[in-house]
């Protein structure tokens, strides 16, 4: 069974601090990814990395950084915790060849 | 970019009665396309793919390359079809990345 876990469910994080959110996988996919989800926007794409060490900026990489340094761990860092970062953060995986994504469970984060 | 498009918020539909979630895509190259669904407290799942041609839960999906859309059907609607439902694109000349849409809220009614 496929797996992909992220670290926290919920998360509460004071405006100003730095956060990481951890994602790992069990499949040894190439491909991770972060999106944030939020209502009437949808999955919007923070971060992607095709291997370790690779990065590539998705469509909304301001005021987020990523680190791979394992092909099974993601981390999404927020450098310095604003309000409007508060959201559901989803992790995934895929393959490189077999291009179904993964999903882990999510991590609601709030900032106050 | 505006790449996966789904022109409805929220669909009600009665037990029983046909539902369509719509989703319109813009692509320059081969699309891949899916179809995620997401209970409620579970996490986001497949539901089917273009390339499948498959029913899965009664429901399916035809890409139609003319008119850039990849719309999902079910004849039937149930109550447990209930769920937030994502059109997402895979583009596989840039890393296969996925992208998806703003999510349509699917409620089935008795």
């Known amino acids: 069974d496929v797996k992909v876990t992220q670290s926290s469910r919920y998360l509460v994080k004071r405006t100003g601090e730095k956060v990481f959110l951890e994602c790992v996988q069990d499949m040894d996919h190439e491909n991770m990814f972060w999106y944030r989800q939020d209502p009437g926007l949808g999955l919007r794409l923070i971060y992607f990395?095709?291997?370790?060490?690779?990065?590539e900026k998705g469509d909304i990489p301001e005021g987020y950084s990523v680190s791979r340094e394992k092909k099974e761990r993601f981390s999404l860092i927020l450098e310095s915790a604003s309000t409007n970062q508060t959201s559901m953060y989803l992790c995934?995986?895929?393959?490189?060849?077999?291009?179904?994504?993964?999903f882990g469970q999510g991590t609601r984060l709030t900032v106050v | 970019a505006q790449r996966v498009t789904q022109p409805e918020k929220l669909l009600s539909v009665f037990k029983g009665a046909p539902v369509e979630l719509k989703c319109n895509y813009s692509y320059s190259g081969s699309p891949e396309l899916f179809w995620y669904v997401q209970y409620s407290r579970q996490r986001l799942q497949l539901l089917l793919r273009h390339i499948s041609r498959e029913s899965i839960k009664g429901f399916t999906a035809d890409l139609n390359k003319g008119e850039t859309s990849f719309h999902l059907k079910k004849p039937f609607a149930q109550e447990e079809d209930s769920a937030m439902y994502y059109c997402?694109?895979?583009?596989?000349?840039?890393?296969?990345?996925?992208?998806f849409g703003s999510g349509t809220k699917l409620n089935v009614k008795p």
């Open positions: 997402a694109l895979n583009r596989r000349h840039d890393f296969n990345k996925f992208y």
């Open positions: 995934a995986s895929s393959q490189q060849e077999r291009t179904e994504a993964f």
């Open positions: 990395s095709y291997d370790v060490k690779m990065k």
